[in-house]
């Protein structure tokens, strides 16, 4: 059974920097794409950041470009998400996603890329 467990989410100040991560098990993702996505209360969930299987290859939404960074560790079987220089309307729910195709040199900005999802962990940034 394919499980992603996100972790490192919590209550960080405007400009703060917060790391997530997101492990997988159940089976390898080495050569697919993985992906973060988000969910404000209200909103609907948005793109925020993928990468390739091979890593190589990195997708971000205009809204968190030069501030966030996605990285993965294949040996490790994670995808991390450093936030850097946060703002409140980074508040969310972030979960990780992992696609069930090998796409080892790009990947999805849509959600309908992606199979497999985590529960999400809290991110909360005070002005």
């Known amino acids: 059974q394919v499980q992603l467990v996100e972790s490192g989410g919590g209550l960080v100040q405007s400009g703060g920097s917060l790391r997530l991560s997101c492990a997988a098990s159940?089976?390898?993702?080495?050569?697919?794409?993985m992906g973060w996505f988000r969910q404000a209360p209200g909103k609907e969930r948005e793109f925020v950041a993928s990468i390739s299987g091979s890593g190589s290859n990195t997708y971000y939404a205009d809204s968190v470009k030069g501030r966030l960074t996605i990285s993965r560790d294949n040996a490790k079987n994670t995808v991390y998400l450093q936030m850097n220089s946060l703002k409140p309307e980074d508040t969310a729910v972030y979960s990780c996603?992992?696609?069930?195709?090998?796409?080892?040199?790009?990947?999805?900005?849509?959600?309908?890329?992606?199979?497999?999802w985590g529960q999400g962990t809290q991110v909360t940034v005070s002005s």
């Open positions: 159940g089976r390898a993702f080495m050569r697919n794409a």
């Open positions: 996603a992992a696609s069930a195709q090998s796409t080892y040199a790009t990947a999805s900005r849509s959600a309908r890329g992606y199979d497999y």
